[in-house]
């Protein structure tokens, strides 16, 4: 009898140390995860969704994909689904359309084009875009402090005064602008309808051409060069993408070309003031990972950046005799 529950206690005594080492293998394996997974080992599925490919829509959306995998989000957790427009509104909706059976995580729409087309789709999933001119008057929300419709993110929005008072600045005998832009663009739209209130105010003469695609852009830039001292070109991704035709023709008539992207700059425009690409993408990272953490969007307010770069091409100067200044606010390319 003795014998018999010495076994028994001996058996006892084996399952409880067995299941004793399960728990601290399960532990270890909790405690040991993988530092990238934000020890969630959740896996996530982002869409990205742009209108166009140019070098500002790149610089946004790498930067937004490097600071999420720098906030811990590595490959095996996060994974990005991009989708490109190539430019057609049409093929853009049906992108958005499609969102719906995607099983995303987060939707990131880059500027304003994408961000109307998938908000407008009243999705569940949660949308961060990046570099919208104006969300509230584009009708993405109601308020930047306590976004609704499931929608946040960064503003680019920069106040033509300091586009103008650079052009000023450098080229100071300028009496009429030509304003050149896409008419399907709300963005564009409205920055151009605050550029010529502005002009008119401050004692300038203007002209306006509107665009509905790229490939009107060079004879719209053509017909604008022969009538003004200088061209503006707003906010404008159609516009944008043709931006060395415009320069082109403004060159021919020995005019500057003032932008609202350092893109521009670099395809030869004088100047533009704007915010920082990156930093646009950045900060919607920091935005998007709150909400992947649990905050709710509507306490996640929309952002507008105020870290404006004046950006001047000194080769364009150079070529145009105007002279350029100095300082430590301004950038320099193209030299």
Known sequence: MKKFFAVMLSLMLMVLTFASCQS???????????????NTGKKYKVAIVQLADNGAFT?????????????GYDEA???FDIKNA????????????????GDYDLIVPIVTPATMSVVNQGLKTPVVFISVTNPVGSGIMTSMEKPDKNATGTSNIVPVDQIFGLAKELTPDVKKIGILYCSGEDNAVKTAAKAKDYLSQSGYAYEEVTVTNSSEVQSAATS??????????????????????VVEA??????????SDPVMVQKGALASVSVSNTQ????????????????????????????????????????LGIKTPTGDNYQFIGA
Do not use: W
């Open 24 to 38: 601290t293998d399960k532990t270890n394996s909790t405690t040991n995860s993988d530092p990238g997974t934000n």
């Open 59 to 71: 610089e946004m959306r790498e930067s937004f994909i490097q600071e999420m995998r720098t906030l």
């Open 77 to 79: 957790q996060m994974i």
């Open 86 to 101: 190539q430019g057609d509104q049409s093929a853009l909706n049906t992108i958005s359309q499609g969102l719906k059976n």
């Open 224 to 245: 604008l060069a022969a009538k003004c001292d200088a061209l503006y070109i707003p906010i404008d991704s159609t516009v944008q993408a043709a931006m060395e035709q």
């Open 250 to 259: 403004a060159t021919a008539k020995k005019i500057p070309v003032y932008g």
């Open 280 to 319: 646009l993408g950045e900060k919607a990272a920091d935005m998007a990972d709150k909400i992947l953490k649990g905050t709710p969007v509507s306490e996640v307010p929309a952002v507008a950046l105020t870290d404006y770069q004046y950006v001047i091409n000194s080769k364009t100067a150079s070529t």
